[in-house]
């Protein structure tokens, strides 16, 4: 029981600390912006990508209370068809959709299970700027805080992950302040559920004209019902015009 506890304890501490380095991140004036390559032959990214014949570019991943994530992505060249059958091959994948069909590639959804490289870089207090894999590896552009111990956060991705490499280094300024400000403002004023809500919904095309999905298709990718994704979405809203709005 004393080690349950204890590493219960050290699992809430680890995931406040990770929390208060990526928030740091978002704030930080500089930062340090890191190119990776990473050949693991079983990471699930990869293997999707060996198994379609094709490049895969991450475009938003939206973590879920209960531990899945829903991954959005776009497939440079592969079937429509192959995409929609994933979930019948693999048991990661909880659900796969195709959201539209574009010149870029065909746009989809995933909801899978379990951890993926980029949670693993959020853990180590990374935020994932750039993320594309395919059949030679995965490649992740992230950041880290200006100060922040690179070679320690490399010897740490790669105690799980050894076949990473620090491909380039650079220092960059970070977005601008009125932008960090804005974001800062959203995660205050937001609940989680609403944040879930209104960030799935713009990875999924619903902001688009035309819509790539319905509300009630958003809702269904939550597992929640219309009414409850409008509820949540309109509180969203109002909560971001009145930052723009109100005097």
């Not at 590493?7 to 208060?20: C, F, K, L, Q, Y």
Request: contains cysteine; charged residues 30%.
């Amino acid at each position: 029981m004393t080690r349950t506890v204890l590493s219960e304890a050290g699992e809430t501490i680890a995931n406040a600390i990770n929390t208060v380095e990526t928030q740091r991140t978002l704030l930080a004036d500089r930062v340090t912006e890191l190119e990776l390559s990473i050949d693991e032959p079983d990471l699930f990214l990869r293997t999707l990508a060996t198994h379609l014949g094709t490049r895969l570019v991450v475009d938003d991943i939206v973590n879920e209370s209960g531990g899945a994530s829903l991954v959005f992505l776009t497939a440079e060249d592969a079937d429509a068809e192959a995409l929609s059958s994933l979930a019948d091959e693999f048991v990661t994948v909880e659900r796969a959709d195709v959201i539209a069909e574009r010149d870029e590639g065909i746009r989809c959804e995933l909801r899978l299970t379990g951890t993926t490289i980029a949670s693993t870089l959020t853990d180590y207090g990374a935020i994932t700027r750039e993320l594309a894999a395919d059949a030679n590896g995965i490649r992740a552009v992230i950041e880290l805080p200006y100060d922040a111990d690179v070679r320690e956060f490399v010897e740490s991705i790669q105690a799980t992950h050894p076949n990473t490499d620090l491909v380039a280094r650079r220092n960059q300024t970070s977005s601008v302040q009125s932008e960090r400000d804005v974001r800062a403002g959203v995660t205050e004023r937001l609940t989680d559920r609403q944040y879930e809500v209104v960030r799935t919904a713009y990875a999924s095309g619903f902001f688009e004209w035309p819509r790539d999905r319905t509300g009630q298709e958003v809702a269904a990718s939550l597992d929640i019902s219309q009414p409850t994704f409008n509820k949540h979405l309109r509180s969203a809203e109002r909560k971001l015009f009145s930052m723009l709005l109100d005097d």
